[in-house]
T-cell receptor
């Protein structure tokens, strides 16, 4: 069972470069999320989606864009990377019904120089 | 504002001893509460949840958590700690239908 798969797992960027993180889930979940994890700050929600074609801003959306063209995929884009975006990024998904525990990917470690 | 607090950055416990990782929350309405564990270089894994019913919730790997409404707490417990339990633990509360608020995490270190 693949669950939630994130690519790439590691990436180093220079300031100003762009990139896209891909999240794919095979559980037919409605809800998908992008979080960033920084030391001492826990997980902070960047953007989320409650269904195909819909996205919404989370707690720290500035500098990021997202798209959910297909139900199973949720893309996170950085248009012009900044050192402050150095972090570990986690994608998660959940069912729309029920108590909705989150299923997480393994994470993508991004370094912006 | 809705929030989750984990007051301890790190908890050290000897192997075989009981462990407690603390979590308090502030949320309007009935809370949906969760515990997740993160091993090094891995994603978070779901441990257990409280939705309604019995205040003592049992989860994976022998963990349990006690919901206390009057103290707005949801502490994670295990009767006998293992070295392999050493990891980062996150408490979370569901805010509304689909948003989750996470605590800052508590690093558990079980000493052999």
């Amino acid at each position: 069972n693949a669950g939630v798969t994130q690519t790439p797992k590691f990436r180093v960027l220079k300031t100003g470069q762009s990139m896209t993180l891909l999240c794919a889930q095979d559980m037919n979940h409605e809800y998908m999320y992008w979080y960033r994890q920084d030391p001492g700050m826990g997980l902070r929600l960047i953007h989320y989606s409650v269904g195909e074609g819909t996205t919404a801003k989370g707690e720290v959306p500035d500098g990021y864009n997202v798209s959910r063209l297909k139900k199973q995929n949720f893309l996170l884009g950085l248009e012009s990377a900044a050192p402050s975006q150095t972090s570990v990024y986690f994608c998660a998904s959940s069912y729309s019904l029920g108590s909705g525990e989150l299923f997480f990917g393994e994470g993508s470690r991004l370094t912006v120089l | 504002a809705q929030s989750v607090a984990q007051p301890e950055d790190q908890v050290n416990v000897a192997e075989g001893n009981p462990l407690t990782v603390k979590c308090t929350y502030s949320v309007s309405g009935n809370p949906y509460l969760f515990w997740y564990v993160q091993y090094p270089n891995r994603g978070l894994q779901f441990l257990l949840k409280y939705i309604t019913g019995d205040n003592l919730v049992k989860g994976s790997y022998g963990f349990e958590a006690e919901f206390n409404k009057s103290q707005t707490s949801f502490h994670l417990k295990k009767p006998s700690a293992l070295v392999s339990d050493s990891a980062l633990y996150f408490c979370a509360v569901r805010s509304g239908t689909y948003k989750y608020i996470f605590g800052t995490g508590t690093r558990l270190k079980v000493l052999a």
